[in-house]
């Protein structure tokens, strides 16, 4: 209780300083992200411009004719297809099998551990490395994957270098990665759950398919939607990947945004169709991003409020 | 208090062997191609009995690469020094801008704090490219092109929002009482934010450091957009070797091993602290 009764002397003793002192402290966090900020708003510039880069004489303000344009751009409602399904798919696929994984790791045991940390690996492993690592794994010549895709009857299965299985092979190699980090979040998720009603449903005898679909799957529901938008968030951008395996090919079977961004800014150096395929990418992370942290910022109170 | 059925634990260990072996094998397969010789890789059917060799990771080392056409100079050791510089000292100074704004934004609801914090997290989730493109014309501006201050200042960009509310979580666990107890006793808040909350949030900064370390190693865009041959890491470096033409393959998973080596390795010295900074706080301790 002295605590408080010798706070004042300690206010008004640095009065000023008390005030100064966070924006002091962050100041420098606060310029080096202003030096990122001022990109942005080039970006948004950039966008509602006429701009190539190899024509630079017919640069101009188009205000939102790059947009506009997008209505009627088979290219555009491709990328955006690709872009949904990539994330929809690899997403669905990763809470599916990590929500499995982290069921079955569930219980604490020598060889649970063991495991969980294995699965540590693809996640600590680039994308991009990782990318490679299966572009060798998946080489007609010698590849172990083809090699095996032979083995049960699939001659010639050319993975990522055929327009109807690039798509498959790509989502293999995010799985492979990102499978694990759903998998580490929901099994701290089930660890967490207080023990009662499931012991309760047990004296009761409820089979336990059903206090999986009735107990824990609603319980866990907030973890779920934490890692499936934190997922979704950076699925829907993925670069990495796909850039390293076949960069956005056969044709534009895999024209990503980020990807076909990448292709226009520097190969046929159109900065404003660029920009404003970017800027479409960034409203829809934005929207997800919030809904995102809302969910985020609940979560951890919970988890603080367990503790 | 097992009480599972034998059938059940048999398929349940089946699921995990299961597990582990699709997880593990591209790792596994890519250190045993790594020890091969072209011709041991390209036997058809592929086969696990070899006599291992160390050649391509010499051959790694020394930046003498064999290939179709003869002798090849690419020098990957270099590629693995700019990780190396590039993951240090971007973690370096994320550590030093954000662990006193982490601790400004945990201890002072100063105006426009919550605003700030989140527009930091939001870079964080804004496509990556949004930035590098105009930055690109910016950096041959201002002279910045292809160097290592301005590929650091661009990795603040992934490590500056993971240190901030990673660290900023663990500040706000420590009880502010602690804090004024010292101050009291005629301490100065920069004593106090030594002496009290940094070793406090130690676990927590650890994590988090660490965490920004395998990011900044990992990232691929930023070097491929902003670097050129003498500066990129080894993501972006790699991949120019799977693309030159003609390189043995033993000797490119040898490249790729060298590169996720330091990683891995460091994930399984430092595994607790991970989990504890993947799980985004929902789990503590």
Wanted: proline content about 5%.
């Amino acid at each position: 209780m002295s605590v408080q009764a010798d706070m004042p002397v300690l206010r008004r003793s640095s009065r000023l300083s008390r005030t100064l002192l966070p924006y002091l402290l962050s100041l420098p966090a606060l310029l080096v992200c202003i030096g990122i900020l001022i990109p942005f708003v080039t970006a948004i510039y950039y966008s509602l411009q006429r701009y190539r880069m190899s024509q630079p004489w017919n640069r101009g303000m188009n205000w939102g004719e790059n947009y506009l344009n997008f209505f009627t751009d088979s290219d555009f409602w491709n990328t955006l297809k690709v872009s949904l399904v990539y994330a929809g798919l690899t997403v669905g696929i990763e809470l599916v099998l990590g929500l499995a994984i982290a069921l079955l790791l569930q219980r604490r045991s020598r060889v649970n551990n063991f495991v969980s940390i294995m699965l540590l690996m693809p996640l600590m492993t680039a994308p991009a490395l990782a990318a490679l690592m299966f572009k060798l794994m998946t080489n007609p010549n010698f590849g172990i994957l083809s090699y095996f895709m032979q083995l049960i009857g699939f001659q010639d299965f050319r993975w990522a270098s055929s327009p109807d299985t690039a798509l498959l092979t790509v989502i293999l190699v995010d799985v492979w990665v990102y499978t694990p980090f759903i998998m580490i979040l929901l099994l701290a998720g089930l660890r967490s759950l207080p023990t009662q009603p499931f012991e309760a449903a047990a004296l009761d005898g409820v089979p336990r398919l059903e206090q999986f679909w009735r107990i824990t799957l609603p319980m866990l529901s907030p973890y779920i939607l934490t890692a499936a938008l934190f997922r979704l968030l950076d699925s829907i951008q993925q670069f990495d990947i796909i850039y390293a395996m076949t960069q956005g090919g056969p044709g534009n079977r895999l024209m990503v945004f980020q990807v076909e961004a990448y292709l226009n800014f520097f190969q046929s150096t159109n900065v404003g169709r660029s920009a404003a395929l970017l800027m479409i990418l960034w409203a829809i992370t934005y929207a997800l991003s919030n809904v995102f942290v809302k969910n985020w910022l609940r979560l951890r109170e919970r988890a603080k409020g367990g503790a | 208090m097992d009480h599972r059925s034998p059938v059940e634990r048999i398929l349940r260990a089946l699921a995990l062997i299961a597990i582990v072996v699709f997880f593990m094998f591209p790792i596994f397969w890519i250190v045993l191609m790594s020890l091969q010789t072209n011709e041991t890789i390209l036997r058809s059917p592929p086969s696990m009995s070899f006599v291992p060799t160390l050649k391509n990771y010499a051959a790694i080392i020394s930046g003498e690469l064999d290939s179709n056409a003869g002798t090849m100079s690419i020098h990957f050791m270099n590629n693995l020094l700019n990780s190396i510089l590039l993951s240090v000292f971007s973690v370096a100074l994320a550590l030093l801008l954000g662990v006193p704004a982490a601790y400004a934004f945990a201890r002072h609801k100063f105006r426009g704090s919550e605003d700030i914090a989140f527009t930091l997290l939001s870079f964080r989730f804004a496509p990556p490219l949004l930035v590098l493109l105009p930055l690109t014309l910016y950096f041959q501006a201002l002279g910045l092109a292809n160097t290592y201050l301005g590929l650091v200042w661009v990795y603040q960009l992934i490590c500056l929002p993971l240190i901030l509310w990673i660290v900023r979580g663990y500040f706000e666990d420590i009880s502010p009482d602690i804090e004024h107890a010292y101050r009291i006793a005629g301490h100065g808040w920069f004593a106090t934010f030594k002496k009290i909350a940094l070793p406090l949030a130690g676990p927590g900064i650890a994590a988090a450091g660490l965490l920004a370390f395998i990011f900044a190693w990992n990232n691929f865009v930023f070097a491929l957009v902003l670097a050129s041959a003498d500066k990129q890491p080894v993501t972006v470096g790699a991949l120019a070797f799977v693309t030159a033409s003609g390189i043995q393959y033993g000797q490119i998973a040898a490249a790729i091993v060298m590169s996720i080596a330091p990683t891995l390795l460091l994930a399984l010295w430092a595994q607790r602290y991970l989990v504890e900074g993947l799980s985004l706080g929902a789990v503590k301790g």
